[in-house]
């Protein structure tokens, strides 16, 4: 229950930086990356308790990894990987969570 909870946050969020006009793309890569790093350790607590959960956390990890690797070698990409790793995330949750 906490870990869905917490994806309906993440998502929310998510989307509302997405829409953010105030954020450069630099500053929306940084607070996706802030909030996968976090679901990360929630999911990592949780997979203990379920070999399902442990294959999303392994999903997000992987993406949180190309969020990274896209933030740090592409920043001038950072804005269009984001709306599309949103979806990929949705995508991810609806397969294995």
């Known amino acids: 229950q906490i870990i869905e909870e917490f994806m309906i ?7 509302a930086i997405k829409d953010d ?11 996706v990356a802030s909030l ?4 990360i ?6 997979t203990t ?3 399902r959960l442990h294959k999303i956390t392994v999903a997000l990890e992987v993406i949180k990894d190309y969020t990274d690797m896209v933030y740090q070698e592409f920043p001038q990409l950072a804005g269009p990987v984001i709306e599309t790793l ?10 294995y969570g």
Request: hydrophobic share 40%; glycine share 0%; no cysteine.
């Open 41 to 46: 350790k929630i999911t990592k607590a949780a």
């Open 86 to 95: 949103e979806h990929f995330a949705n995508l991810v949750q609806e397969k």
């Open 9 to 15: 946050m993440f998502n929310a969020t998510v989307t």
């Open 49 to 51: 308790m379920s070999p």
């Open 21 to 31: 006009k105030k954020l450069t793309s630099l500053d929306k890569a940084e607070a």
């Open 36 to 39: 996968s790093d976090s679901y």
